[in-house]
């Protein structure tokens, strides 16, 4: 969750994960709001986004609890 809302936002700015929300608020569905925001799909998106936060889990292990 929150090291993915700040991946988003190094990528699109401070606006863009809200951004989303307003999209999805007019009436598109996430893939597309997503789509309309970062430019990318949510489907290529996800997967490089997963790649980054299991290197950062391998390099530091999980948040303390």
């Known amino acids: 969750g929150a090291l993915t ?3 988003l936002t190094a990528i699109g700015g401070p606006q863009s994960v809200m951004a989303i929300y307003a999209k999805c608020a007019e009436g598109l569905n996430f893939p597309a709001a997503f789509a309309a925001v970062y430019g ?13 936060l299991a290197a950062e ?6 948040p303390p609890r």
Do not use: M, Q, R
């Not at 889990?57 to 999980?62: D, K």
């Open 5 to 7: 809302a700040e991946i």
């Open 57 to 62: 889990y391998l390099t530091f292990g999980p």
């Open 40 to 52: 990318i799909s949510w489907e290529n998106a996800s997967a490089v986004i997963a790649k980054a």
